[in-house]
């Protein structure tokens, strides 16, 4: 499903944290049953000023839109950071970087021996989606290296992913060949390892990574198939994606057990297909088994800002959840990758503790503070919102569904009521800098357990804006209301869509 018919659905159907601990000598033990274990920056080697200028600089641009920060050396937690409204506790769609964890389920596939190996053809699974004679050549290995041929353009291939798109797609290349990013060929495994296993991906997932890993508080989407998605809709909390970098990091072994094969492991992060030169988003990555390959590493790689990077020589594991903060993904890509160099790998000074700097950390933890707990902000309204609370506008028929707003206001809260599509919907929105949460009690396609919705609202003369968020979706919506005499002016944006929505006040 693409992110714009994902908004729609979702629309009709509708602290910052961080701890450092300055006594933590003792190191993180993999028992899954145990939380991580903290340490300061500069007790791991790392220079917590380099730290604190990353937080600066995050701050100081709008465009960033980070939800949370987490770094582990030497197998300490010593950078936990979330945004509000995020904790540590909510679990956030990891989009793509969940190919990298059907990636560790084929490996243990192997290694259990549900499959034989690599060179297996999708037809031996599923022959009635492989019709085409060429297709009918696609192996294992071709889906995990995005060679599989499918003439596809992802974010523009039949929606939702689901098998019946393999007849829907034509060729276009000779599997084996040539490397086209492609969400429908992890579809596939994850279809595969459900008929070679017996039970669901998630089963299968839960059993045999999950459970040993102690993660328990995850959500994982199906599509229309009746399969859990294979390249994308695994919910998993900042700490429980570090588990599984972690994972990685030592050789797929946790709590002293070999949990994925340790072969599989360098084979699935070591380059096993030339990346074309025109994918720009690319520049300077390697492909492996749905892991990219960096200079310095390997990570897993969502839309949105999700990420799970591994540097072995460093021994580093950074998790990173965040919005959409760029429309181009070529620029995204690039700022990442000076985002690392600049504030994180240079920050790495040892692999022996370094002089404590305990007014550079005082400074990293008000810091943290404030980003945390936003200043309130009690700004006076202006004349206008006093004039349109509890007035009710009319929407002139649009696209989307909506058909009417209104607005009651308080010193310090906005009740925002609008109907779409003939469903009511009622939201609490702060109005003193923070983010007010309601929980619905239903999905709106998001996550499967039932969304929440965070808003947050502030005027600028007669327009009032509201930062719309569904917790744990890496995109937004921005709602931004004009008003003269009794007409309304709404406009929407968000990832592909931006439209505006005349209106008039309710006689």
């Not at 604190?52 to 582990?72: A, C, G, N």
């Not at 072994?253 to 380059?271: A, G, L």
């Not at 810091?367 to 007035?391: D, G, H, T, W, Y």
């Not at 919506?477 to 944006?493: A, R, V």
Request: glycine share 8%.
């Amino acid at each position: 499903m693409t992110k714009l018919s994902t908004l729609l659905l979702c629309l009709i159907f509708f602290g910052l944290c961080i701890s450092y601990s300055q006594n933590s000598k003792t190191k993180v033990s993999d028992d899954p049953n145990e939380n991580w274990k903290v340490s300061t920056p500069e007790e791991q080697g790392v220079d917590s000023e380099k730290l604190l200028k990353m937080f600066e600089s995050i701050q100081s641009t709008p465009t960033l839109d980070f939800h949370s920060i987490l770094v582990v050396r030497n197998g300490y937690l010593i950078t936990e950071a979330y945004w509000t409204p995020y904790n540590k506790n909510t679990t956030h769609n990891i989009k793509s970087a969940s190919k990298s964890i059907i990636s560790a389920l084929v490996g243990i596939a192997l290694d259990k021996k549900y499959l034989n190996s690599l060179d297996q053809k999708v037809s031996e699974f599923y022959p009635e989606y492989v019709i085409d004679s060429l297709k009918q050549t696609i192996s294992l290995h071709d889906l995990l290296t995005m060679t599989g041929g499918l003439d596809w353009m992802e974010d523009a291939g039949p929606s939702p992913f689901d098998l019946e798109s393999w007849n829907k797609t034509p060729m276009r290349d000779t599997p084996g060949e040539i490397f086209e990013y492609n969400t429908a060929m992890t579809h596939m495994m994850s279809a595969i390892l459900t008929k070679a296993t017996g039970v669901s991906t998630e089963k299968f997932a839960d059993k045999w990574l999950f459970k040993p890993l102690g993660i328990t508080n995850y959500q994982w989407t199906k599509s229309n198939d009746g399969i859990y998605h294979g390249g994308s809709d695994i919910f998993l909390t900042p700490r429980d994606m570090a588990k599984f970098g972690y994972l990685y990091l030592r050789n797929g072994q946790w709590n002293e057990k070999q949990i994925v094969p340790n072969e599989w492991v360098k084979e699935s992060t070591t380059k096993k297909v030339n990346i074309p030169v025109e994918v720009a988003y690319a520049e300077g990555l390697n492909y492996g088994y749905w892991w990219w390959i960096q200079e310095k590493g390997y990570m897993a790689w969502g839309s949105g800002g999700q990420y799970i990077i591994v540097n072995p020589d460093l021994d580093l594991v950074i998790v990173i959840t965040a919005a959409d903060g760029f429309d181009d993904i070529n620029l995204y890509a690039k700022f990442m990758r000076q985002f690392l160099e600049n504030y994180i790998y240079s920050a790495v000074i040892s692999n022996a503790p370094i002089p404590a700097k305990p007014l550079i950390l005082e400074k990293l933890t008000n810091r943290v503070k404030e980003l945390e707990n936003p200043k309130i902000a009690f700004e006076q309204m202006p004349k206008i919102a006093r004039a349109i609370s509890s007035k009710n506008y009319i929407l002139d028929k649009n696209d989307i569904g909506f058909q009417s707003t209104s607005f009651i206001f308080s010193d310090s809260t906005c009740i925002w009521e609008y109907n779409i599509g003939g469903h009511p919907v009622n939201l609490k929105v702060g109005l003193n800098g923070n983010y007010l949460i309601n929980d619905i009690g239903y999905s709106m396609g998001v996550n499967p357990g039932g969304d929440k919705i965070a808003c947050k609202g502030y005027w600028n003369s007669n327009e009032f804006t509201i930062e719309h968020h569904i917790i744990g979706d890496p995109t937004k919506q921005i709602f931004t209301f004009s008003f003269d005499g009794d007409e309304i002016n709404m406009h929407l944006t968000t990832y592909g869509l931006d439209v505006t929505i005349k209106g008039i006040k309710e006689k």
